[in-house]
């Protein structure tokens, strides 16, 4: 589950020994995880350690007073983020009493499974430990995007529609394309450009969306959405 990181989210989040507390910080978890992950292995950890490392961390930042400290007047949260993540990790190395892998590490029920997969398909070796991160946050923003109009689609019925669709979204497609589309479909080629015309819509109109809950003032949605381009365009990115 994708969820919002506006920052009145992140204070509930500090106050985990509630409900809605404990929520909110399961749900920042499962955001930050693989942008976190990203990090640690472009920034040269092993894959387990930087899986251990990752869970130690989001542990760390609940159990202590780094989210309850947390300042809307600093900036982005995920800035706010990777800067204690980066001081996390010189500590970490540093430390003599390093948790060895699968040790006292309390492991939370979130799906870290693919996390290495995921980063394979977002990074190349050469990517910096920083674009990674935020290679991370755009392909959360970006499957969260594409998951609501997934649902949307498929609870209309049209979900053949969006699956012959979505691989083609920032694509452009040929009148021959759009012919075999058609039979494929069982439309007519006036059909499936404007089909292609409405995912197309939708899919913004989602993304804005879904960028929209991860601020606090309407006004910064556009930087939002204008850095999250700015990370989509880069050479190698492929999300």
């Known amino acids: 589950m994708f969820s919002t990181t506006r920052w009145t989210i992140i204070h509930q989040a500090a106050q985990n020994d509630s409900g809605p507390g404990r929520v909110a910080w399961a749900q920042l978890a499962e955001k930050y995880w693989n942008p976190l992950y990203f990090f640690a292995r472009q920034h040269g950890l092993g894959a387990q350690d930087a899986e251990d490392a990752t869970q130690e961390f989001l542990m760390r930042l609940i159990e202590g007073e780094l989210l309850s400290s947390a300042d809307p ?14 001081r996390f990790l010189i500590d970490r190395h540093r430390s003599e009493n390093r948790i060895r892998r699968g040790g006292s590490i309390q492991h939370f029920a979130i799906h870290t499974d693919r996390g290495e997969e995921r980063m ?4 190349s070796k050469n990517t910096a430990p920083e674009d990674a991160f935020a290679r991370g946050w755009a392909s959360a923003i970006i499957d969260e995007a594409r998951s609501r109009l997934r649902s949307n689609y498929t609870s209309s019925g049209r979900y053949p529609i969006y699956d012959r669709l979505i691989p083609l979204l ?28 409405r995912i197309r819509e939708r899919f913004g109109e989602t993304l804005r969306e879904v960028v929209a809950e991860t601020v606090d003032d309407p006004s910064d949605i556009g930087s939002e959405l204008n850095d999250l381009l700015t990370i989509l365009s880069q050479p190698g990115c492929q999300i």
């Open 73 to 86: 007047a600093l900036g982005r949260f995920r800035n706010y983020l990777l800067t204690a993540w980066k």
């Open 120 to 123: 394979l398909n977002v990074v």
């Open 170 to 197: 920032t694509q452009t497609v040929t009148s021959q394309q759009y012919d075999q589309i058609a039979r494929e479909l069982q439309v007519s080629p006036g059909s499936a450009k404007v089909a292609m015309h």
